[in-house]
Nanobody, 117 residues
């Protein structure tokens, strides 16, 4: 039973910034990948960024250079810094955890990010 709780979403102007946080609790094995997906209205859910327990990040091309993912393993928390936000970044952002071994995955409830001109 793993729970992921996101926070930090909100309404921002184009060019603005937000920082999303996702705190994990429950039975979490050391080797895992945590990250963020997003789903905009009328679109499929897509990977934004993820980061391994060793600190290796991956980014979608659309956010590379603007977003930064990080994690604090002692706090079991992953962060996403969103800079230079664009209206097309508007979506529900979901935290995700995948265990390196086995097929266990977990999802957060989502947090709304709205970039409005």
């Amino acid at each position: 039973q793993v729970q992921l709780v996101e926070s930090g979403g909100g309404l921002v102007q184009p060019g603005g910034s937000l920082r999303l946080s996702c705190a994990a609790s429950g039975r979490i094995f050391r080797l895992n990948t945590m990250g963020w997906y997003r789903q905009a209205p009328g679109k499929q859910r897509e990977l934004v960024a993820d980061i391994s327990s060793g600190g290796s990040p991956n980014y979608a091309d659309s956010v590379k250079g603007r977003f930064t993912i990080s994690r604090d393993n002692t706090k079991k928390t992953v962060y996403l810094q969103l800079n230079s936000l664009k209206p097309e970044d508007t979506a529900v952002y979901y935290c995700h955890l995948r265990m390196t071994y086995g097929s266990s995955t977990s999802w957060g409830q989502g947090t709304q990010v709205t970039v409005s001109s």
